[in-house]
């Protein structure tokens, strides 16, 4: 499948099968990530892969975790709460969750410190994740992008335990879905020639 194709067929699966993805094609993936651009070559992103009955212990823990900071998730607005429970519940059904983190070096300097590093780093990671998911796209795998676990940062990073920031997690798994394509704003709307 050539890049365009990956591009306009990508969809945000939430329904998966349960067919296992083979090593092989689970380390096609991933490298693809590996190989995405980064600011100054820093290479900022760790991937964590988890599946099978670790990943049942993880996300047991999520659910426990979550329905202590209810309190705190209304106080954002009851969406929020609904949306971290529909991930968590997308997660089970997920064979593979790629847990995306931002590794820092032991030798932050105060270039790494400062918000242009930070937007650097996260342009990179985004990158790898686009990788990833155009891959896997292109590989006949589904993904799904989730930011909701940031709300599980300590938890992540203990159970990892890891000192790395939690940037996102990747559901792959085979479709059992065929959604559609959402909506884009038009291309007048967004880009403007300066000339």
Not at 29 to 47: C, E, M, T, V, Y
Not at 164 to 173: C, E, Q, S, T, Y
């Amino acid at each position: 499948m050539d890049t365009i194709t990956a591009i306009e067929g990508r969809r945000s699966i939430r329904k998966f099968t349960n067919a296992k993805i083979d090593d092989n094609t689970l380390s096609k993936i991933i490298k693809s990530g590996i190989l995405a651009p980064s600011s100054k070559n820093s290479q900022p992103w760790r991937f964590k892969i988890i599946e099978g009955e670790k990943k049942d212990r993880l996300l047991v823990t999520f659910n426990e975790q979550l329905k202590r900071k209810e309190k705190f998730l209304k106080i954002l607005g009851s969406p929020w709460i609904g949306t971290v429970k529909n991930s968590i519940q997308i997660m089970e059904r997920t064979p593979v969750l790629v847990f995306i983190f931002e590794h820092r070096s032991s030798n932050q300097s105060i270039l790494k410190l400062s918000s242009f590093w930070q937007r650097s780093t996260y342009q990179s990671i985004g990158a790898a994740i686009e990788n990833m998911i155009l891959t896997a796209t292109s590989l006949g795998i589904g993904s799904l992008w989730i930011c909701d676990v940031l709300f599980l940062q300590k938890e992540c990073k203990k159970y990892f335990q890891t000192s790395d920031d939690l940037m996102a997690v990747i559901a792959f798994g085979y479709a059992d879905e065929e959604p559609n394509s959402r909506p884009r704003k038009s291309y007048s709307e967004i880009v403007e020639y300066c000339r």
